[in-house]
């Protein structure tokens, strides 16, 4: 296994862990973040309720994708909900190192997107 290779299962394995987590906490209704949903949007507690679900279940399913077969159009995904969660912080208050902090949230899959190789046609974006 050259270097490439172990460095893409790191990044599998880095970005296939963010994604769980912020999954099973979205499912399980992290205040802060139904709050944020709230705050952004306008939602009511339930809708909120139900985006924080649906949010859970895609990250989930992004966790999934990336460890048994990285499809470039979920990498790059990734990447912007990735940036677009760590912006939010400072959006809602909280320090912009809150949002730096979180720069491996974007940076993890769009490496391991770009290690795969830029996709040169709309076909590409689905391959692994």
């Not at 790191?10 to 709230?38: C, M, N, P, T, Y």
């Amino acid at each position: 296994m050259d270097g490439s290779t172990k460095a893409q299962w790191v990044l599998r394995a880095a970005v296939a862990g963010e994604f769980l987590g912020h999954g099973v906490f979205a499912l399980q209704g992290k205040a802060d973040w139904l709050k944020w949903i709230s705050q952004l949007t306008g939602a009511d507690a339930a809708t909120a309720a139900t985006l924080l679900t649906l949010i859970g279940i895609m990250d989930i399913l992004v966790a999934v994708i990336v460890l048994v077969k990285p499809v470039r159009a979920a990498l790059l995904w990734a990447a912007l909900w990735g940036a677009w969660t760590a912006l939010i912080r400072p959006i809602v208050g909280m320090p912009v190192w809150d949002f730096v902090e979180r720069w491996a949230n974007w940076g993890a899959p769009l490496a391991l997107l770009l290690l795969m190789g830029w996709p040169k046609s709309r076909k590409e974006w689905f391959k692994a």
